[in-house]
């Protein structure tokens, strides 16, 4: 069985802009529509009425902003539950270690051996908070004639299944999110399709009319002067390990757009790239130590980004972008080169991609970090971190 194709964004837009490029186009169409039609009758019958249609239906869905309030809020849930549960473990160790004084094999069964691992960890904190009550009933008398009472023991049992449910509400709202992604970019493909298909029509029908032609040009994002786009990257190279290797892949809508990897002052690398085509930028530093690089140029047409392996302990990134392929494994990020990696991310608009934030000593995300994992993941995303 293969696997299911995803729906992948068919234009250089945001949703929004997209929407209101092809209502603006709708217009254009409306008043040429005489034209239209000697060209090409199939523009006639229900086609306006269809675009109208599909128009309606594309903005009926909610909009990303609404889905990250939607799961911010689930999370905020989940941060809360998960707190109550870390403070009861916290509190109840007073008492375990008065029932059991120096039992290092009761404590483990209680989790004091992997409790480091679970408390930031939600699918581990779920078993770990019933593997606690389970014990805590196991040992309840010698619990209790420490004044570690019933009711204390029972509200083990209540922060559990308080945490585990709204930990099962954020993923379900995740897993149902993947799917109405997908619906929802059919559906902004097909309002766009009536746009390609327009101006394609309407730049051969006002060859000869140098106002109209320009008006059925394909929106496109970037006409306007594009803000300063780069990224900064933090190294910590050892004497013995002082070769970076930088990998970009232009997007579907690179068309000879150049980088430039500024190495140190007045070194660097250029590369220009295209739709699918490899830029691979690497250097050697004379020495070891804190290095820090600067990619810039066309960062928004940069389809995938690969710079594993690297020693990097923070990436900076300034502008907008839209890598769907986002590899930075075996690194040393610390928490804002991680946040700040997803963050940027979640911000570009795009849908089932894949981001690898796992191995070295990748910080895990935490606060806006984990807000922007769990978008990304609603938007279809592969997201591996540690």
């Not at 086609?47 to 609404?66: R, S």
């Not at 930075?328 to 894949?354: C, K």
């Amino acid at each position: 069985m293969s696997d299911p194709i995803k729906v992948t964004q068919r234009y250089n837009l945001s949703h929004a802009d997209m929407l209101e490029a092809s209502k603006d186009v709708k217009e254009l169409f409306v008043g040429d529509k005489p034209a239209f039609l000697i060209f090409d009758l199939s523009f006639g019958g229900t086609f306006q009425n269809d675009w109208e249609v599909d128009i309606t239906a594309a903005e009926g869905f909610d909009t990303d902003e609404v889905v990250l309030d939607q799961l911010t809020q689930l999370t905020k849930v989940v941060e809360e539950k998960m707190d109550l549960c870390r403070h009861k473990f916290q509190s109840a160790k007073y008492f375990i270690e008065r029932a059991f004084p120096d039992n290092g094999a009761v404590w483990d069964e209680f989790g004091y051996d992997n409790y480091d691992d679970a408390r930031e960890n939600q699918p581990l904190m779920v078993q770990f908070m019933k593997n606690f009550h389970k014990k805590a009933v196991k040992y309840s008398a010698k619990l209790i004639l420490k004044n570690y009472t019933q009711i204390m023991i029972d509200e083990i049992l209540v922060l559990s299944n308080a945490f585990d449910t709204a930990n099962s509400n954020q993923n379900a709202f995740i897993t149902a999110r993947k799917t109405v992604t997908q619906t929802r970019q059919t559906a902004y493909n097909k309002v766009w399709d009536y746009v390609v298909r327009v101006c394609k029509a309407g730049q051969i029908i006002f060859h000869d009319n140098a106002a109209k032609f320009e008006q059925y040009l394909t929106p496109r994002a970037g006409t306007s002067p594009p803000i300063t786009q780069s990224i900064s990257f933090i190294l910590l190279l050892t004497d013995a390990d002082r070769t970076v290797n930088f990998d970009y892949v232009g997007g579907i809508f690179a068309t000879g757009d150049m980088l430039t990897q500024t190495w140190e002052t007045g070194t660097f690398n250029t590369v220009v790239l295209s739709n699918g085509i490899h830029g691979v930028l690497n250097w050697t530093y004379a020495t070891g130590g804190e290095k820090e690089p600067k990619l810039t140029g066309g960062i928004d047409t940069i389809g995938e980004m690969n710079i594993s392996n690297n020693r990097i302990i923070r990436f900076i990134p300034v502008g907008s972008n839209k890598c769907r392929n986002f590899n930075a494994s075996g690194n040393n990020f610390d928490e804002p080169g991680t946040n700040g990696a997803l963050i940027w991310l979640d911000a570009n608009d795009e849908e089932g991609g894949t981001v690898d934030l796992s191995g070295g000593t990748n910080a895990p995300p935490t606060g806006d970090g984990i807000i922007a994992k769990n978008s990304l993941i609603a938007k279809g995303w592969t997201v591996i971190t540690n």
